[in-house]
């Protein structure tokens, strides 16, 4: 992804509300690349629990930032996608984050089992 003008702060870097809005779009793309849809037509759907982001290094505008995704730490609810961000022009490792999830059923209101359609499409993954 490219980082925009209007993703800069008053510092002149990435700022954290961008990089967050990044780390969502890399995740929707992650999840589609796999056939995942975030809310099934049962109602049933992903929300993202807690997430947590560490900087190493500076992002400017025009950067061009890859996002590597994947998952991890699966549970009976969920589980972690996580992110490596790097401007690959030189290198630099931007951040690492990690984003925690659950399935949650919006009719019930209630968070429910994984899937098993979606835990099948990452079977390397290790429970916890």
Request: hydrophobic share 45%; no cysteine.
């Amino acid at each position: 992804m490219t980082v925009r003008s209007t993703d800069i702060n008053g510092a002149n870097h990435l700022s954290n509300d961008a990089m967050i809005s990044m780390i969502s779009e890399a995740r929707a793309r992650f999840l589609f690349d796999h056939g995942i849809r975030e809310t099934s037509d049962s109602g049933t759907g992903i929300i993202v629990t807690d997430l947590a982001t560490m900087y190493r290094a500076e992002s400017h505008a025009r950067d061009q930032l890859l996002f590597e995704v994947g998952v991890m730490d699966f549970n009976r609810y969920g589980g972690d996608i996580i992110f490596r961000i790097s401007r690959p022009a030189d290198a630099t490792l931007i951040a690492l984050a990690k984003s925690g999830f659950v399935f949650f059923d919006y009719g019930q209101g209630k968070v429910v089992p994984m899937a098993a359609e979606f835990s099948a499409k990452f079977p390397e993954v290790n429970w916890l």
